[in-house]
């Protein structure tokens, strides 16, 4: 009786503590003109200044070529750039795991835009929700131009939508190498691709949120290391 | 000794693995009574079920003005309980600093009947309701993180939050779904016409012929039992060029809603004046004039009122007469939905 108890007694302990899992950093940055955003490094006067960028990152997949080996337990992640703490995620892995390809989608998909309201980073507190119509931002680009002729020069994109036609939500398909993965939001493409000049603001669900979405999406590339 | 040690170890390991990481136990899901004509609520009370303590915090943050930035405007002030969850004072309701919005207080009855929320349907769930209204700069000109950060620094809402959720943060989602819970419960199934339905009273005469009058030319939109059919409609009110608002259509930027609103609920209409989604109707009797008179033929008016109604004096009296039978006095007068003491 008493080594039963014993064997039992380890047995729920260990249990209770699991097989220790490995952590997959997935780390974002984003950069123009080949120079990192957010490090304190002057950026030249003829490109934008990018003083805010976040978004969300849901339904993250780890695939070893056609096969889903890992899927994120969590509904989404908010990825602030400016703030270092916040611009990474680590994934709970099994040790082990192998994978070549990560995908996710940047943004929130329709299901969690119709779901009531979330905890978490998809509180509301979290400033990625809009007030005067249901659903969330995925993305929000915010800086100064001096391109732009409004007295403040500010640029303003946050772009979001759920329903159609004007669904801004974006899957990201990347093949990725080793660990931790660097994911840099190569930004050039972006801005040589829209006028900010003529549309410094796109603040509502619209053709032009989801056309600047899937070009935020495409930017997004694997870095070395 | 030692096997005695290690027998309590055992005993209490086995308990803290049974018993889980101290989650909140349901204290029993409230469902609120309605009868059987009424069709199931949008509202999944099954799978979200309501909890009194919630919805106690929310009746309090519902009637507290610590949710506007100069706090003065709270939830009541546009939503009064005595008049259907609406305000009477104003076609347009004003919030801080006097400010004049740009619409009608909706009344709040049988919210959970709702598949969208507000005259363009812009909020898809109850939950996230609120935030219009306080983020609104003619409304309370608020922000929600700041709203959680005063009710933080109170010196009363984080017990009522620990008690209501079991756990010591204020976030933003506890507080929305304490204000939804509350909205929740404000059901109205007992006018005078739920008493006829339910075969425990009779209407008079002139309540039956306005009842025939309704099911003719009213229905169709303010379809029984919730005098809604929660569309929206547009039922050939003429802009207000001031105001020029296009309803639903600013919504969906689609043409064909250009103009359209949901239909309100004509339940406690006696008490929810003024009417439309502008307020520009003081008096029932001015609504049917309206109808029977006024309304205008643009694009997209709804098909049942391509012509204007063709009713006598008498019988619009007698309409009335039969509106005035959706009058909820228990659900206006309920002590559960007013100041809480």
Redesign the interface.
């Known amino acids: 009786m008493?080594r039963f108890?014993?064997f039992?007694?380890i047995g729920?302990?260990s249990?209770?503590f699991g097989v220790a899992q490995e952590l997959i950093k997935v780390d974002f940055k984003a950069s123009l003109n080949s120079q990192e955003l957010f490090r304190n490094v002057s950026i030249s006067d003829s490109l934008p200044e990018i003083t805010k960028l976040q978004f969300y990152i849901s339904n993250i997949q780890l695939l070893n070529n056609e096969e889903v080996v890992w899927s994120d337990s969590s509904l989404a992640h908010l990825i602030v750039l400016s703030d270092s703490s916040e611009s990474y995620i680590n994934l709970q892995v099994d040790p082990g795991v192998n994978f070549n390809r990560i995908c996710f989608q940047l943004g929130i998909d329709s299901a969690l835009?119709?779901?009531?309201?979330?905890?978490g980073d998809l509180?509301?507190?979290?400033?990625m929700?809009w007030?005067?119509?249901?659903?969330y931002v995925n993305i929000k680009i915010e800086g100064i131009s001096s391109a732009i002729n409004s007295p403040q020069k500010e640029f303003t994109y946050h772009l979001g939508g759920y329903r159609s036609p004007y669904l801004a939500v974006q899957s990201v398909d990347l093949k990725v190498g080793s660990h931790p993965i660097v994911l840099n939001l190569k930004l050039d493409d972006f801005f040589s691709n829209i006028s900010i000049q003529q549309s410094p603001k796109v603040m509502r669900p619209?053709n032009e949120a989801v056309e600047l979405s899937k070009l935020i999406a495409k930017s997004i590339v694997v870095d070395a290391p | 000794m030692l096997r005695k040690l290690i027998a309590i170890l055992f005993i209490g390991v086995l308990l803290i693995f049974l018993t889980g990481s101290g989650k909140s136990i349901s204290k029993g899901g409230f469902v609120p009574f309605y009868p059987s004509y009424f069709p199931s609520p949008d509202y999944d009370f099954i799978n979200h079920p309501l909890d009194s303590t919630v919805i106690e915090l929310g009746r309090k943050l519902f009637y507290d003005p610590i949710l506007s930035l100069d706090g003065t405007i709270s939830c009541s002030s546009c939503h009064l309980s005595y008049t259907g969850f609406t305000h009477v004072d104003h076609a347009l309701s004003h919030g801080i600093g006097d400010s004049i919005g740009r619409r009608n207080a909706p009344a709040l009855i049988n919210l959970a009947w709702n598949e969208n929320f507000m005259w363009d349907g812009a909020v898809n769930h109850i939950e996230v309701q609120a935030l219009a209204p306080i983020e609104h700069p003619s409304e309370m000109g608020e922000q929600i993180n700041h709203v959680i950060q005063k009710l933080q620094q109170s010196n009363h809402y984080p017990s009522l939050f620990y008690n209501a959720f079991n756990d010591s943060s204020i976030t933003g989602e506890y507080f929305l779904k304490a204000l939804a819970q509350f909205q929740l419960t404000l059901v109205s199934v007992n006018s005078t016409y739920d008493k006829v339905k339910a075969g425990k009273a009779e209407f008079s005469v002139q309540e039956q012929n306005g009842y025939t009058l309704f099911q003719k030319h009213c229905n169709e939109c303010h379809s029984e039992p919730l005098f809604t059919n929660g569309q929206f409609i547009n039922n050939g009110l003429l802009i207000d060029s001031l105001l020029m608002d296009y309803g639903r259509g600013e919504v969906t930027l689609k043409k064909e809603d250009s103009l359209k609103f949901k239909v309100p609920t004509l339940r406690n209409i006696e008490f929810t004046y003024p009417y439309m989604h502008d307020g520009r109707f003081q008096e029932l009797s001015e609504v049917l004039h309206y109808y029977c008179n006024d309304s205008v033929r643009n694009t997209t008016v709804h098909s049942s009122l391509r012509n204007r109604l063709s009713l006598s004096s008498n019988e619009q009296v007698d309409l009335i007469a039969f509106l005035l039978t959706l009058t909820d006095k228990g659900f206006l007068f309920n002590p559960k939905f007013a100041f809480p003491k």
């Open positions: 008493f108890v014993r039992f007694f729920v302990i249990l209770q835009n119709t779901a009531g309201v979330l905890g509180d509301p507190t979290k400033g929700y007030s005067w119509q249901s659903g619209c």
